[in-house]
Structure formats: structure tokens, C-alpha cells
């Protein structure tokens, strides 16, 4: 099992930078596929950027190409977003989550659906003023 607490949220203007980072604690984290999902009022939960245990594989949402930059260190057990050129529709709560399969499984697809995610951090709120 695996405890995961997010930190780094809060509020910027447009075109600004955040970095989300994810303390997880537990065994095994390098085996643990690793995800950033975001849930804005009134809508659902989405997929916003995905790592693979061994940090191969990583995956993202077409809305956040290009700005959005995920990374893991297996070492000290983090996960981090990086956000840059942030806009208004970034806003969100953002949550980090974790997924327990075996490496050769954790392909772009796995890394997408967020019924492969048994693990999730309480999130931390990001805004976005224009």
C-alpha cells in the first residue's frame, strides 16, 4: 500500500509556472505506475499526465503538450508536474495517484485510465486568473 500527499498548488496568472510535487510513502514505489489527474467544479475527475514505475514511459492529456512536464525520482519517492504557459482552464484540484501492476503493463494506455489507479492523494488546488 501506498500513502501519497500532494503540495506546491496555488494561484498564478496566465502564463505563469507551478510545480506540483508528490511525497509517497510506502514499499516498493518504483514498481508503482504514477499519474497526475485534475477535477475542475463540476466536472469529472480527468487524466492529466502519466509515468511509468521505471520512468520510460509517460503519457498526457493533448491540452497540456508541450507545458506540462511529469517526472518521478524513485529515489527520495517523489512525482512532480511541472505546469508552465498555465492558462485559466488549468484550474482544478490536482490530484496524484498511484498504480500497482507489473512494469511491462504500464504502456501509454494503462497510464490513461484511471480505473488502473488504486491510490490517491488528497489534492492540492491550482488557479489560474486570466
Known amino acids: 500500500q501506498v500513502q501519497l500527499v500532494e503540495s506546491g498548488g496555488g494561484l498564478v496568472q496566465a502564463g505563469g509556472s507551478l510545480r506540483l510535487s508528490c511525497a509517497a510513502s510506502?514499499?516498493?514505489?518504483?514498481?508503482?505506475?504514477m499519474g497526475w489527474f485534475r477535477q475542475a467544479p463540476g466536472k469529472e475527475r480527468e487524466f492529466v499526465c502519466g509515468?511509468?514505475?521505471?520512468?520510460?514511459?509517460?503519457a498526457h492529456v493533448d491540452s497540456v503538450k508541450g507545458r506540462f512536464t511529469i517526472s518521478r525520482d524513485n529515489a527520495e519517492n517523489m512525482l512532480y508536474l511541472q505546469m508552465n504557459t498555465l492558462k485559466p482552464e488549468d484550474t482544478a484540484v490536482y490530484y496524484c495517484?498511484?498504480?500497482?501492476?507489473?512494469?511491462?503493463?504500464?504502456?501509454?494506455?494503462?497510464?490513461?485510465?484511471?480505473?488502473?489507479?488504486?491510490?490517491w492523494g488528497q489534492g492540492t488546488q491550482v488557479s489560474v486568473s486570466s
Open positions: 495517484a498511484a498504480g500497482s501492476s507489473p512494469i511491462y503493463l504500464q504502456n501509454t494506455a494503462y497510464l490513461r485510465r484511471k480505473a488502473n489507479y488504486a491510490y
Open positions: 510506502g514499499r516498493a514505489f518504483s514498481t508503482y505506475a
Open positions: 509515468i511509468s514505475g521505471n520512468g520510460r514511459t509517460t
